[in-house]
């Protein structure tokens, strides 16, 4: 059974720093690309920062580009997601996520969501 859960979640000053975990588990999950996604109240959930089984590609959304960082440990089966100069509008619901598209098709190529973990950032 392919699980995914999320930790680091939290409160933090707008400028300050924050990293996520994902721990997986399931036999097909070092074949799929795992990525972070997070939703907003009142907004559509949206792919983030992805990366592929191999970790040769990523995907970042412009939103988020050069300052996230997203890392994948195979042999550790954990993904993380380094944080950085956070914003205000940086807050939200983030979940990790699996599947064998998800750099592709993003939210249509999951399989799998973790559970989610609260990230605020306050102004």
């Known amino acids: 059974q392919e699980q995914l859960v999320e930790s680091g979640g939290g409160l933090v000053q707008s400028g300050g720093s924050l990293t996520l975990s994902c721990v997986t588990s399931?036999?097909?999950?070092?074949?799929?690309?795992i990525g972070w996604f997070r939703q907003a109240p009142g907004k559509e959930r949206e792919g983030i920062a992805i990366?592929?089984?191999?970790?040769?590609?990523?995907f970042y959304a412009d939103s988020v580009k050069g300052r996230f960082t997203i890392v994948r440990d195979n042999a550790r089966s954990t993904v993380s997601l380094q944080m950085n100069s956070l914003k205000p509008e940086d807050t939200a619901v983030y979940y990790c996520?699996?599947?064998?598209?998800?750099?592709?098709?993003?939210?249509?190529?999951?399989?799998?969501w973790g559970q989610g973990t609260q990230v605020t950032v306050s102004s």
């Open positions: 399931g036999s097909n999950m070092a074949y799929y690309d």
């Open positions: 996520a699996a599947g064998p598209g998800v750099l592709t098709w993003l939210n249509r190529g999951v399989l799998y």
């Open positions: 990366i592929s089984s191999n970790e040769r590609n990523t």
